[in-house]
């Protein structure tokens, strides 16, 4: 086979490829020099792009002023949750629909499959109705059989029973209304329908019930999957914005992400943007540290098929 050198094509490739890295890289480049800055030299246009000597204590006033402590920790938590969750419900659910016979199993994968078209942000009201009251259906349930009435006549005087159990200002909150994952029980049930149907037969002839056949094989070879939904949905946990800022009021329970505004300078106070440059960069650093930890796994995950 012929491989046809194409020096100009590649010029214009790594071109591209210089500028997107620029691109992305240059405001990660802009917040970790404005976080080494202090007050006077950040508030001058245009400010310096040399590094300067108040890294430590910008992180340490952006720590104390912004409670990161606390944030950093609901929001591993929560990350945390999200990524156990979401990994645990598609795998059972990829599970049933590859290797389960019932009725409407297409069915069920096309509802499930659908669901890539509904984010959170669509469907966040209905959501947060039900995370402000979970029995909420089932109490419009009780009124509708007039079963109040009923409790009343057993007990020999009037009782109102209100069915009333609420998420909000909760790491369950936080965490349970995002665990289902689409995307995750797709890419579950491709890898199921990769693995040779003989593994699954001779594993019937060892007597091996399905749960045993799941633990022993499936699991052992959906290690590198695994892997790199973990960091996909690590990061796509803890920089939820949206959500942690509707369910939490409580400020112990407010997410790294959702506090970062607190650093935020406004017109009536100095410009601190070092302050909220290094907060930034305190926050950044755990999901990228997942990606450089697991980032041999994440790209074993998606490039290479175990057997």
């Not at 691109?23 to 404005?34: D, N, T």
């Not at 590094?51 to 929001?75: E, I, K, R």
Request: charged share 15%; glycine share 6%.
């Amino acid at each position: 086979m012929m491989v046809e050198k194409t020096p100009k094509l590649d010029l214009f490739t790594y071109g591209a490829l210089i500028l997107g890295i620029i691109a992305v890289g240059f405001p990660i480049l802009y917040a970790i020099i404005a976080a080494t800055l202090s007050l006077e030299e950040v508030s001058r246009v245009p400010m310096s792009m040399i590094p300067g000597d108040q890294l430590f204590n910008n992180l340490h006033q952006a720590w104390t002023q912004g409670d990161l402590g606390t944030q950093l920790y609901n929001s591993f938590i929560m990350a945390s949750g999200i990524t156990l969750g979401k990994i645990i419900v598609s795998l059972f659910g990829a599970f049933s629909i590859v290797y389960f016979d019932y009725r409407l199993r297409s069915v069920a994968f096309a509802a499930v499959f659908c669901t890539l078209m509904l984010p959170v942000e669509v469907r966040i009201l209905p959501t947060y109705e039900m995370a402000a009251n979970l029995f909420g259906p089932l109490q419009g349930i009780w009124d509708a059989l007039g079963l109040n009435s009923i409790v009343s006549w057993f007990a020999g005087h009037d009782i109102e029973v209100n069915l009333d159990f609420s998420l909000l200002d909760s790491y369950a909150g936080l965490i349970l209304p995002l665990t289902a994952s689409a995307t995750c029980t797709f890419l579950f049930r491709q890898f199921f329908l990769t693995i040779p149907e003989e593994l699954c037969e001779a594993a019937k002839m060892d007597g091996a019930s399905p749960m045993t056949f799941f633990w022993r094989i499936l699991l052992p070879l959906s290690k590198t999957n695994i892997a790199a939904l973990v960091v996909i949905e690590f990061v796509y946990g803890w920089n939820q914005y949206l959500w942690p800022l509707l369910i939490t009021t409580d400020p112990k329970m407010t997410t790294a992400v959702i506090g970062l505004k607190s650093l935020l300078p406004s017109p009536e106070d100095p410009p601190d943007w070092h302050i909220a440059m290094a907060g930034a960069l305190i926050v950044m650093l755990p999901p990228v540290l997942v990606v450089i930890f697991m980032q041999r796994w994440f790209v074993k995950g998606l490039v290479e098929r175990e057997k």
